[in-house]
């Protein structure tokens, strides 16, 4: 049996959950997620639990199993508390801003680098070295968090660069005279 699978989901006071055709909406306080599941999958909810069932032991429906239930989970989650990534600029000149529903950042190029919200992903920028991405979707949380990271990877030498909170950045050593 999953570990994962086997455990039931709590729905909180407020959400409803309502699967038809195999398409899994979840509402909620801070909005409406859907994603398509497998319609191998028995989902059965009881007393505001809700239990992700198998139908046999064969490996495809084993690792689906996992898979649905944290899916479902994540949904739950992201509708009632969201979800967040914080991001941390190092480097001399490196920073970012909010003008508007824009976030900019400047980090060595020639030309400022903007992402826009949207698709209930929001910015939030507390100093001019840190972002922090927010949202309902984890996986478009991740996502738009890695993109940005892309910007300006931080770099092995001195460290300069766009990185995940709490990130360690391996260091080299750099060239040595003779």
Do not use: C
């Not at 999953?2 to 801070?30: D, F, H, Q, Y």
């Not at 809700?50 to 479902?72: A, M, W």
């Not at 890695?146 to 750099?174: H, L």
Request: hydrophobic content about 30%; glycine content about 12%.
């Amino acid at each position: 049996m999953s570990r994962i699978g086997k455990l039931p989901i709590t729905v909180p006071a407020g959400v409803t959950i309502t699967v038809e055709n195999n398409i899994v909406t979840v509402k909620g306080p801070k909005g409406v997620l859907s994603e398509k599941i497998s319609e191998r999958m028995k989902l059965t909810e009881e007393n505001g639990i809700l239990k992700v069932e198998r139908p046999t032991d064969n490996k495809q429906d084993r690792s689906l199993h996992g898979l649905t239930r944290t899916l479902i989970n994540n949904m739950v989650t992201g509708v009632t508390a969201g979800f967040e990534k914080k991001l941390e600029i190092e480097g001399t000149g490196y920073k970012a801003a909010k003008t508007g529903n824009k976030l900019v950042l400047s980090v060595g190029y020639s030309h400022n680098v903007e992402f826009e919200e949207g698709n209930g992903i929001t910015y939030d920028v507390p100093a001019p070295t840190k972002i922090t991405v927010k949202g309902i979707n984890k996986q478009q949380v991740g996502q738009i968090a890695a993109d940005i990271r892309a910007v300006r990877p931080p770099e092995p030498y001195k460290g300069k660069g766009i990185r995940y909170a709490g990130e360690f950045v391996r260091r080299k050593e750099g060239k040595t005279g003779k």
